[in-house]
């Protein structure tokens, strides 16, 4: 008897927590699927895209648990492709992709000189 009521006392704690989660939005449009991910604080995790077959696709960002954006970048059928930024307290690092593969990496912070031609 002791053992029955111990797991349901676990079940219900389990999910009584698994309620508390925010749990993602997801918005069918046409052909592909817009999701929306949650911190646990309410907070938006990320936001971007699935295409039919249910891969990653077109624009996603993540931000942190206050809303500053730390990634940016794209998808094509679930593989990274072109430019992402990635934001790290002061600096900026800028990746570029083809077919998942990382090309280049340039990474940028406040002390960082930009040449600017004046007309």
Known sequence: MKKIVLVLVMLCVGFSYA?????????????????????ENGAVQQTGMFNAEGKLQGEWTSFDTEGNKVAKGNYEAGKKV?????????????????????????????????AVRNR
């Open 82 to 114: 072109g430019k992402w930024f990635f934001w790290e307290g002061d600096s900026l690092k800028e990746v570029d992709y083809i077919d998942s593969r990382i090309v280049t990496v340039n990474k940028w912070d406040n002390k960082t000189k930009v």
């Open 19 to 39: 309620q508390d989660k925010v749990q993602p939005k997801l918005e069918k449009k046409g052909d592909v699927t817009v999701a929306t991910y949650f911190h």
